[in-house]
Each structure stands twice: as structure tokens, then as C-alpha cells.
């Protein structure tokens, strides 16, 4: 009986330790936010492990006229042009239209690990993603977006042709700079805030995983007890 109770409470220390080490963010990569008009767009998935400080994941493209040439990691809030943090090449098999970008997998010079000041730039929402292609060669972006925590209110950055966070309460639309009248794309689960005109970090899922593990180690440790009780 002692081995089944330091079993459930080992299982629940672990499941707790495990959940506190991993982070997911995202991001919506538009031109928009880039200052162009392409139809290009992007959703960012990427997972930060807390122990190793080693961000991966992938970057899903679509809706390019030409192949992107590569995407980027910076360092940087909105609107700023930031310091590049890593390069990141197509995957195998990529097309004009759509293809992924993958951490690490076609990156350069192995995985994407974040030092103490990018780490903190992440948290803050201060790292951004882009994708380039030849008609925007870096320095210039195709299309680009802040990372931000999984979950967190989310705001397109303002930049020009877009709208800055200044309409009480919408979701930033169409670019201000054309007639084709379509809606820069948004994660599915991100809410607008637009008391900023930034994308803000906020909450992620950890916390409700270590609640979890620990309600399942609790249980585990009140039936081994049940059981010596007997």
C-alpha cells in the first residue's frame, strides 16, 4: 500500500512538473501588418519549453502567388523592424500557394533556443514571426505578426493601412489602402482587446494542465489510502 500512495503522489508531482515546464503561443501572420496588400496569410503554432528554452512548432502558409523564400523569428514589438532571431527555410515539398514552415525541422543551425532577453521579449508579446518571398526580400516581410501566449486578447498591431486599436471595440478589417475588402485573418480562439494596439500576452494553458495533474495525483493518493484503510 505505501508503494501505491508514493506511486499516485509521485505520478501527480510529475504530471505537475511536466505541465509547468511547456507554453503554447500563436500568431496571425497578415500583410497587413506587413504594410502591403498581399493575400498571403500564415497561423504561427508554437510550444516553449521552459526547461530547455527551446521554442518549436510550425508556421502554416497560404494564398502566396510565389514561393516564400524563408521565414523569420524577431525580436521586436509592433511596427518595429527588429532584431532577426532566427532564419527558418520551407520544408521539403512546398508550394507557391501553401506549405509549412518547420521548428526545428528546416531550420538553420539546428534548434530555436531563446536566451534570457528573448525569452522575456516572448512573454511580453515583443517576438514577432514573417515570411518573405522575392517580391519582399528581407529586410521587407510578405506578411508578418507578434507572437503572443495561446489564448491571450489579441490585436493586430497597427501599421500603416490598418486599423490601430482605435474603433472601441472591433476587429481591425479591411486594409485602409485598397478595395478588395477582406478581413485580415485571426486565430480562432483570440478575442480583440483593443486597448492597445498590439498583440498582449496574457494567460496559457499550463495553468489548467497543473490543476489537472494535480486533482489526478490527489485522487490517486485518496485510493491507495482507501485501500490500506481496508
Known amino acids: 500500500m505505501k ?3 508514493f506511486l499516485a503522489t509521485s505520478l501527480g508531482v510529475f504530471l505537475l512538473a511536466g505541465a509547468a515546464n511547456a507554453a503554447t503561443y500563436t500568431a496571425t501572420l497578415t500583410g497587413a501588418q506587413a504594410g502591403n496588400t498581399t493575400d498571403a496569410k500564415a497561423t504561427a503554432t508554437l510550444d516553449f519549453d521552459e526547461g530547455t528554452k527551446v521554442l518549436s512548432g510550425s508556421i502554416v502558409y497560404e494564398n502566396f502567388t510565389i514561393v516564400p523564400t524563408q521565414a523569420n523569428v524577431h525580436s521586436g514589438a509592433c511596427e518595429e523592424s527588429g ?3 532566427k532564419s527558418i527555410v520551407p520544408d521539403t515539398g512546398a508550394t507557391a500557394a501553401s506549405g509549412i514552415f518547420s521548428l526545428p525541422i528546416g531550420t538553420a543551425a539546428g ?3 531563446l536566451d534570457a532577453d528573448q525569452e522575456t521579449a516572448l512573454v511580453a508579446g515583443n517576438l514577432f514571426a514573417t515570411i518573405s518571398t522575392d517580391a519582399f526580400a528581407f529586410p521587407l516581410y510578405e506578411i508578418r505578426g507578434q507572437i503572443v501566449a495561446d489564448g491571450a486578447a489579441n490585436t493586430l498591431c497597427g501599421t500603416a493601412g490598418t486599423d490601430a486599436g482605435t474603433d472601441s471595440g ?4 479591411t486594409d485602409a489602402g485598397s478595395d478588395d475588402n477582406t478581413t485580415p485573418t485571426t486565430t480562432p480562439t483570440t478575442t480583440v482587446d483593443d486597448s492597445s494596439g498590439c498583440n498582449t500576452s496574457g494567460s496559457s494553458s499550463p495553468g489548467s494542465s497543473a490543476a489537472l495533474a494535480l486533482g489526478l ?3 490517486l493518493y485518496g485510493m491507495a489510502r482507501k485501500r490500506k484503510q481496508a
Open 3 to 5: 508503494i501505491s500512495t
Open 170 to 173: 472591433t476587429t481591425p478589417t
Open 217 to 219: 495525483g490527489l485522487a
Open 83 to 85: 532584431t532577426n532571431v
Open 111 to 113: 534548434p530555436l533556443v
